[in-house]
């Protein structure tokens, strides 16, 4: 999970493995490199020029996948409640196995009615 900010960071869920801190590395430029180039951040330039840092949260905080399948759903909802500011003890215990594939079903609705828009 990536956010940009003054301290820009990614979020790993699996603080300690090593395989995903060697392919996260390359993106701590390409990101800000990115961000840089679109219209949107342009000012924020001077923020978002700098490499981003990884950081590993408390393994509380990032909801862990149990079943299969389900782990960029997992992710959507953990950046939306995080860019809400709705990333509290309520949220982290909203999102779990068990409610995930509600949250699954909602993200197909919106999709669905969105698209059907000319």
């Known amino acids: 999970m990536f956010k940009n900010g003054p301290n820009g960071w990614f979020y790993d869920s699996k603080p300690g493995c ?4 060697t392919e996260v590395k390359p993106l701590q430029n390409y990101f800000p490199y990115f961000l840089w180039q679109s219209y949107k951040f342009q000012d924020y330039s001077n923020q978002v020029k700098n490499p981003l840092r990884i950081r590993y949260p408390d393994p509380l905080t ?3 996948l149990m079943k299969s399948g389900d782990c960029g759903v997992y992710m959507l909802k953990t950046l939306e409640m995080l860019l809400a500011g709705m990333w509290n003890t309520a949220a982290r215990k909203f999102l779990n196995d068990d409610a ?4 699954r079903q909602t993200y197909a609705t919106q999709i669905y009615v969105n698209s059907a828009e000319p």
């Open 62 to 64: 990032v909801p862990r």
């Open 100 to 103: 995930i594939e509600d949250v």
């Open 18 to 21: 090593a395989s995903i801190e």
